[in-house]
């Protein structure tokens, strides 16, 4: 009789980076929002994320996008923000675990550079 294969925990396959960045919620369930929240990632890789636990009533079903301002800007200092679609893998009391499922880049206009663009709408407004 063959001995059955132990198969560890799913593991990253690519390389995840320690990047703790605190990051806002919605729970999905069915396109109904459920839960909107906040929390902080522990390590992120191109197909996962781990983050500090976030409590949920129910688990099975739900979707959550998420947003967070990465540090990295633009080369004319525009700064991103990741937005990601994900799924929960593994709820867990001291680390979640979500499957990403979209990402994109989002530029986020620093406060200075909204007044500018502002005041320029307004000059041409005023003729």
Request: aromatic share 8%; hydrophobic share 40%.
């Amino acid at each position: 009789m063959a001995t059955p294969i132990q198969h560890e925990p799913l593991q990253y396959t690519r390389p995840s980076f320690p990047i703790q960045l605190r990051f806002s919620y919605t729970a999905e369930m069915y396109d109904q929002v459920i839960q909107n929240g906040t929390g902080e990632t522990v390590e992120i890789s191109s197909r996962q994320i781990r983050v500090r636990p976030i409590t949920l009533s129910t688990w099975g079903a739900a979707d959550f996008v998420m947003a967070l301002d990465w540090p990295a800007t633009l080369e004319d200092g525009t700064r991103l923000q990741l937005v990601l679609r994900a799924r929960p893998i593994e709820p867990g009391p001291t680390i979640t675990r979500l499957q990403i499922v979209k990402h994109e880049f989002r530029t986020r206009r620093t406060l200075e550079r909204r007044m500018v663009v502002d005041l320029r709408l307004a000059a041409s407004a005023a003729g």
